[in-house]
């Protein structure tokens, strides 16, 4: 098997153990903006054009050349502090070439500006705003990473909670859905994870909860369940603290009877599929792919994008 060790500039959690309760939020950020400095970029046939549905800001993303025929609403991770849809276009280019799709990026609100729930109503928002223009719920899979792995999951218990009609599938990378820190992985991990460490996720959470509870499953979604949830997929990588998170998602999952594929990677790390080139990274975007072409509905959207467009 390729490693990742290989690959990976420096080992990037030795630097969060100084990270503290006075941690300024620029130091914090500039912590994440380092790990999205290694996502790469895009390739030419990639276009991307700001837009804003209602009151939340984000982009669309297409890939030249290919149809509008399923929708992916993606939301990036950063600890829900740092982090764009700019600084993940490469995580979603590779995901919306692999499931032949279109995608709309949230530019949600970051704490501590905007602390929780702040995100996560402008993720509802996004959602609700593309239902109301047209766009199909069964062709639409909503997607994200870390922070907005566990955001995705806290948001389909919000709109499933509200009587909205649900998404037709769920993916996430190596979601963050559990702001206690209490996963087994924390500690067990702690020594093996290259990218992530449990001083970063702390500071991070206590600048989003802004004393709230985190145990709260619109915060952390393991405290809920997943009841009439749409299909599930998780990926995570073996060597990562979060791997324990992708877990109980998938427990939680299959305790509700909801469809649910969790793969957690041998030897892996936190989004692998973007931070290494080995061969599982390119297998995950490619599982991924299949799972949103098999349960998002193919749907004309062209008219719906030209109908934004001239708005």
């Known amino acids: 098997m390729e490693k990742w060790q ?53 982009e669309w993303m297409t890939i030249e050349g290919s149809a509008p025929q399923r929708l992916i609403l993606y939301l990036h991770g950063g600890g829900f502090v740092a982090g764009s849809p700019e600084s993940h276009r490469p995580v979603v280019a590779r995901l919306c070439g692999a ?41 639409i899979i909503v997607a994200g990473d870390g922070a907005g792995g566990g955001l995705a999951f806290a948001m389909l218990m919000a709109i499933r909670n509200a009587g909205l009609p649900m998404p037709a599938g769920i993916v996430a990378l190596s979601p963050w859905a559990d702001l206690t820190l209490c996963g087994w992985s924390m500690m067990r991990n702690a020594a093996t994870d290259s990218v992530l460490a449990w001083e970063l996720l702390f500071v991070s959470a206590r600048q989003y909860l802004r004393g709230g509870s985190a145990a709260d499953p619109y915060a952390s979604p393991v405290y809920g369940n997943l009841r009439d949830f749409p299909p599930v997929m998780v990926h995570a990588g073996s060597r990562e603290i979060l791997r324990d998170d992708a877990s109980r998602l998938g427990e939680l999952a299959a305790a509700a009877n909801v469809p649910v594929s969790v793969e957690v990677y041998e030897g892996m790390q936190h989004l692998f599929q973007v931070l290494s080139p080995v061969q599982d990274g390119r297998v995950s975007i490619n599982r991924f792919g299949q799972f949103i072409r098999a349960r998002a509905a193919e749907t004309d959207l062209s008219f719906l994008f030209a109908k934004i467009a001239a708005r």
């Open 99 to 139: 499931g032949n799709s279109v995608a709309f990026s949230v530019a949600y609100r970051l704490a501590p500006e905007f602390p929780f729930p702040a995100g996560l109503r402008d993720s509802v928002d996004a959602y609700r705003n593309l239902t109301a223009r047209g766009f199909p719920p069964q062709s």
């Open 6 to 58: 290989t690959y990976l500039p420096g080992r990037v959690a030795r630097h969060f153990q100084h990270l503290g309760y006075a941690t300024p939020i620029a130091e914090l950020r500039a912590r994440y903006d380092a790990m999205f400095s290694g996502f790469g970029t895009t390739g030419p046939d990639v276009l991307v054009e700001p837009t804003q549905l209602g009151s939340v800001k984000g």
